[in-house]
């Protein structure tokens, strides 16, 4: 396991911008994007190895982009065009696994404390 922490959140307007940052205590093959709003499932988001590989949920595909810094051990998510329904905690999650898909992300052992995003209308 590797120590993830998050930064970033915060409150904007609908249509609005984020950059949620995670930093990573070491290498990690697969790291990504999970969020859980109140009452809601976990959500994968995006997801990306260090192939440079990323995948989307359709829910965000378009709108947000995943990237790492592989020098620094670290994970961004660059959110734009944010609506509502996006509000959520944000959590960073990193596994060494071949397969990176976005919803396997909220199983991984490796996460950290989450940072929260809140989209006002």
């Known amino acids: 396991q590797v120590q993830l922490v998050e930064s970033g959140g915060g409150s904007v307007q609908s249509g609005g911008s984020l950059r949620l940052s995670c930093v990573a205590s070491?290498?990690?093959?697969?790291m990504g994007w999970f969020r859980q709003a109140p009452g809601k499932a976990r959500e994968g988001v995006a997801s990306?190895?260090?192939?440079?590989?990323?995948s989307y949920a359709d829910s965000v595909q378009g709108r947000f982009t995943i990237s790492q810094d592989n020098d620094q051990n670290t994970l961004y998510l660059r959110m734009n065009s944010l609506q509502p329904e996006d509000t959520a905690m944000y959590y960073c999650?990193?596994?060494?696994?071949?397969?990176?898909?976005?919803?396997?992300?909220?199983?991984?052992?490796?996460r950290g404390q989450g940072t929260q995003v809140t989209v006002s209308s």
């Open positions: 070491g290498y990690i093959w697969c």
């Open positions: 990306t190895d260090k192939d440079g590989r990323t």
């Open positions: 999650a990193a596994e060494n696994e071949f397969d990176c898909a976005p919803y396997r992300l909220p199983d991984f052992a490796s």
